[in-house]
């Protein structure tokens, strides 16, 4: 009898370990899947972009935004502001749309869930580009963190944006 409860009782602590697995592994990934939608959204540049496909993007980047952001940068005497969705997307097409070339890649992104609901990522970010009216281009890598709140329809929408200091070379 009680080895028939034993072996329930690990068969229990087995399935419930594999069910938090998996969920932890599929919000992850939909987490990480948020980082790829925003590189591919950066590489459509330029003034000449079709603006059915402008107003497409901008609807996907919408639906990676809670509807205010926070943003800290330390570059900016430790300020931090905040912005809301709509305010974010316009400026960020605004940039993309002076932009000749533009490039967004996330590297060794690390995502952990410090309470149900809440995702944070931490890894680096590379933007690279040219800006032809500024006569140059650009190209720098940042540290980044990056909080998320899993939403009432289940998506994950970015709420703080926090930026590691530029290391002085």
């Not at 809440?118 to 940042?142: N, Q, V, Y």
Request: aromatic share 8%.
């Amino acid at each position: 009898m009680k080895i028939r409860i034993s072996a329930l009782a690990i068969a229990a602590a087995a399935a419930a370990g594999f069910f938090w697995w998996r969920v932890s592994t599929a919000d992850e990934r939909a987490v990480k899947r948020a980082f790829r939608e925003l590189s591919a959204l950066a590489e459509k540049a330029g003034p000449d972009v079709n603006p059915v496909l402008a107003a497409l993007d901008a609807s996907r980047l919408r639906k990676l935004l809670a509807p205010s952001v926070e943003f800290s940068a330390p570059e900016l005497r430790g300020r931090s502001w905040t912005e809301s969705r709509d305010e974010i997307v316009r400026q960020a097409f605004a940039a993309k749309a002076r932009a000749a070339r533009l490039s967004l890649v996330f590297e060794d992104v690390d995502v952990s869930f410090p309470s149900p609901g809440r995702a944070t990522a931490i890894g680096e970010a590379t933007l690279s580009g040219s800006l032809p009216e500024f006569g140059g281009s650009f190209d720098g890598t940042r540290e980044f963190s990056v909080s998320f709140r899993r939403d009432a329809s289940g998506d994950w929408r970015a709420t703080r944006v926090a930026a590691a200091p530029v290391a002085a070379k």
